[in-house]
């Protein structure tokens, strides 16, 4: 049986297209709206066609190329504006413009739900209160109240079974 459906408005001179308006450093944007469809068309495409495929990765280097050498010609020019080309460049090439921070995480999470991250030797352990014993409640109520502020706390706690 035959699939049924709209047929396909892929051509391969989209292939020839896209690297072209990668190379005047046009957007993923304006490659769909050049051909005429939308963005997750050109990326449903890509997933269908390897060499449409291989013409994406290609036009966004090329993309990448036109922004870089823009910005190198014109380090000398009152008029550039840097800090709207970084803008730019971070949200079109994130994998190179972006800042990151890793953060080394040690299977504990904190009171968002994100891992704890682990710095030295300090570890976060979450407490669910609503799974301490009674005595346990008071022992911690008992810890808080006379803590100095100035050391740090440590309560060694047992989980118990459920």
């Avoid at 269908?48 to 013409?55: E, G, I, K, P, V």
């Avoid at 190198?72 to 803008?87: G, P, Q, S």
């Avoid at 090439?93 to 921070?101: A, G, L, M, N």
Wanted: proline share 2%; with cysteine; glycine share 4%.
């Amino acid at each position: 049986m035959t699939e049924r459906g709209r047929p396909t408005l892929y051509r391969e001179e989209y292939c020839d297209l896209v690297v072209e308006l990668g190379k005047q450093g046009k957007s993923v944007s304006e490659w769909a709206s050049a051909i005429g469809v939308a963005r997750s068309t050109l990326w449903e495409w890509s997933q269908t066609y390897d060499d449409f495929s291989a013409a994406l990765m290609r036009a966004k280097t090329e993309e990448q190329a036109y922004f870089e050498r823009t910005a190198r010609e014109n380090f000398d020019n009152r008029n550039f504006n840097a800090n709207l080309w970084i803008k730019s460049a971070q949200a079109r090439f994130r994998d190179d413009y972006t800042e990151r921070r890793e953060i080394e995480t040690n299977g504990a999470v904190n009171f968002t739900g994100l891992p704890a991250p682990q710095i030295g030797s300090i570890q976060f352990t979450v407490i669910d209160p609503a799974k301490l014993a009674t005595e346990d409640l008071e022992s911690l109520a008992n810890i808080l109240q006379s803590q100095n502020k100035s050391q740090a706390l440590t309560i060694e706690h047992e989980a118990e079974n459920e």
